[in-house]
Every structure is written in structure tokens, then in C-alpha cells.
């Protein structure tokens, strides 16, 4: 596949931890069951994912001139993703990510970092010229430069809606695709369950596709044909981080290989239950073959998966 996306985020540093449960008490204690040092982010897990699965892509940014920046980089170039135009500076943000064996949920402590932000005189206009999909996460205005790039020369926005915003909200019309989060749905629509009717009112605001995760539920799309519950898949989950981020990056993987937005949900459910099995949102994510025979027969050979947990218990060396 040739190198068709293009992404614009912040990329982090996570130090993941496993432990058996989550402190509560004063002075309580808890033993480490695993420990990983993986990139993060929800663009940039979005870009590996989509490079696991075969894609090549670009991410435009800032990230640390530190040796967690250096990391980041030889990372970002495992998974296919050009880093050329990727502004150096300061010292990276980092998080500390505890994870559970009791809610198999995430606690994160961060650190933003002192890099500075990347700017609209950044943009190499002729570079973002040469792809045809863009994936975002905030709307900021280098985001609002970026999209109109794209759509100039006829090109697809994707977006990552994580967290609810006005200013999101706002930038919808400049978006074809918008994938939000569970919280971000509820945000608009509380616990009404009607989602035709309420992922059609989003879509009126700009964006053909309109796409909501719902955690293990799976994800519901609406488009111009319909709308589609796509069933989530169970697994043996050992940590859901940067699950949502997955998602994004195979729906975006599946519809550039022109699968229908049904399609593309469903595909891109079995990509981020698979990851649900590894640590941090880079060790779990699975290769095409994997997602098929998940798919196809609710097994994967997990070889690649108990690779790459190695690879990154030893900061990816």
C-alpha cells in the first residue's frame, strides 16, 4: 500500500503497569505483574495500528528531542510511518499507566513535557498535498489547515473524537469522517439508546460517516445507506488502553481498502479486541492475518503478540 495517510497529533511516552488490583488504602500495596515502555497517543497508536495491519502512513507533530523523542522515532518507523516532517524539541510528554487485573481498567498519571507547539508556518503544504487521507484529533487551527489542504485536493478528514469539545463540535463540517468515544456520545445524548436517529442528527452537521465506539458493546455507524450495530467481540482482556485509538486506525485501514462503513466497524472491532489482549496500545495490535482469522473463526496466532510484549519490557531495544 502506498503512503496515502497522513496524520497531525501529539505523541507520548508510556510507562505501562500491570499490577494485580488497584491501591485504595493508604500506604496499601500491590504486586507488578508486567511492565512495558511503549509510544502512545491517540493519533499515533491510531498511525501504528494502521501499520501493523500493512499500511504506510506520515505523522506530522512535535516530539521530544530527548531520548524518549529517539525512541518514539525508531518506533513510529517499525509500523511504516514517516517522521520526516516531524518538528524535534524539548523534552516529550510522558504517562505512567496503570492497568488491572480486577477492573481491567487504566488509571493514567501524566507529565505534558516542554515541547513546543507546532504551528501553522510548520505545514509543508506540498507534503500534505501528496495524501488523500488525513486522521486528526483536536481542532486547533493547524487542524483546521490541514483539513482544508485535504479537501482541496479532494481527500477524506477523519477525526478522533475522544473528548467532547465545543470546538469540536464546531469543526464538524469540515469533517467526512468522525469517530467519537462512548463518553463523547453520551456527552450529546445521555443513555438514549436510539442511535439512528441520533447519529443521523451528527451527521447533519457535516460528516458523512458518523461512527461511535461503545466499548465492549462494539460500535454503531451512520451513513448515507443506514446505520449498522457492529457487535463487539469477547476476549480475555489484559488492558484496554489505547483500544479506542486502535479502532480508528483499522476502520481508516479497512475503508482505504474500500470496505463499506459497516464493514469497516466490524473489522475495526475485531482489531481493537485483539489489542484488548496485550499491554498498551502497541504490543496487542495484530497483523491483517490475525484480524481475518479472528474474524473468520474467533482464533489468532498470538506469536506476534508475545514478540513485540518482549520487545517493549526492554524499552523497545
Not at 126 to 153: C, G, K, M, T
Not at 187 to 197: I, N, P, Q, R, V
Request: proline content about 3%; charged content about 20%.
Amino acid at each position: 500500500m502506498k503512503r496515502d495517510l497522513i496524520a497531525y497529533g501529539t505523541p507520548f511516552m508510556d510507562n505501562l503497569v500491570h499490577i494485580d488490583h488497584l491501591p485504595t488504602q493508604k500506604d496499601e500495596g500491590a504486586r507488578i505483574l508486567q511492565t512495558s515502555w511503549q509510544g502512545g497517543g491517540k493519533v499515533s497508536s491510531a498511525l501504528t495500528a494502521f501499520g501493523q495491519l500493512g499500511g504506510a502512513s506520515a505523522m506530522l507533530g512535535v516530539v521530544g528531542a530527548d531520548s524518549y523523542g529517539d525512541f518514539l522515532v525508531r518506533d513510529y518507523a517499525r509500523y511504516g510511518v514517516d517522521t520526516s516532517h516531524m518538528v524535534r524539541d524539548g523534552v516529550n510528554a510522558f504517562s505512567l499507566v496503570l492497568s488491572d487485573e480486577v477492573t481491567h481498567g487504566r488509571n493514567i498519571i501524566g507529565r505534558p513535557g516542554t515541547t513546543r507547539r507546532y504551528t501553522l508556518e510548520d505545514i509543508d503544504e506540498d507534503f500534505v498535498r501528496q495524501h488523500s487521507v488525513l486522521h486528526l484529533e483536536n481542532a486547533d487551527p493547524v487542524s483546521h489547515r490541514l483539513a482544508a489542504i485535504i479537501h482541496e485536493r479532494g481527500g477524506t478528514v477523519c477525526f478522533d473524537g475522544d473528548g467532547y469539545s465545543e470546538e469540536t463540535q464546531q469543526m464538524l463540517p469540515e469533517i467526512d469522517v468522525f469517530i467519537g468515544s462512548e463518553f463523547y456520545y453520551t456527552k450529546l445524548f445521555g443513555d438514549s439508546t436510539d442511535y439512528e436517529a441520533n447519529l443521523r442528527a451528527v451527521r447533519k452537521k457535516g460528516p458523512g460517516v458518523v461512527v461511535f465506539t461503545l466499548g465492549d458493546k462494539g460500535s454503531v455507524v451512520s451513513w448515507a445507506e443506514g446505520t449498522y450495530f457492529a457487535k463487539g467481540y469477547k476476549v480475555p482482556v489484559i488492558d484496554t488502553l489505547g483500544a479506542g485509538d486502535v479502532y480508528h486506525g483499522g476502520y481508516i485501514f479497512a475503508m482505504m481498502q474500500g470496505k463499506r462503513p459497516d464493514e469497516c466497524a466490524q473489522f475495526a472491532n475485531a482489531v481493537s479486541a485483539i489489542k484488548c489482549t496485550g499491554i498498551g496500545g502497541r504490543a496487542g495490535t495484530p497483523n491483517l492475518q490475525m484480524v481475518q482469522d479472528f474474524m473468520e473463526t474467533g482464533a489468532f496466532d498470538r506469536t506476534l503478540i508475545e514478540e513485540k510484549t518482549k520487545l517493549y519490557a526492554n524499552f523497545g531495544m
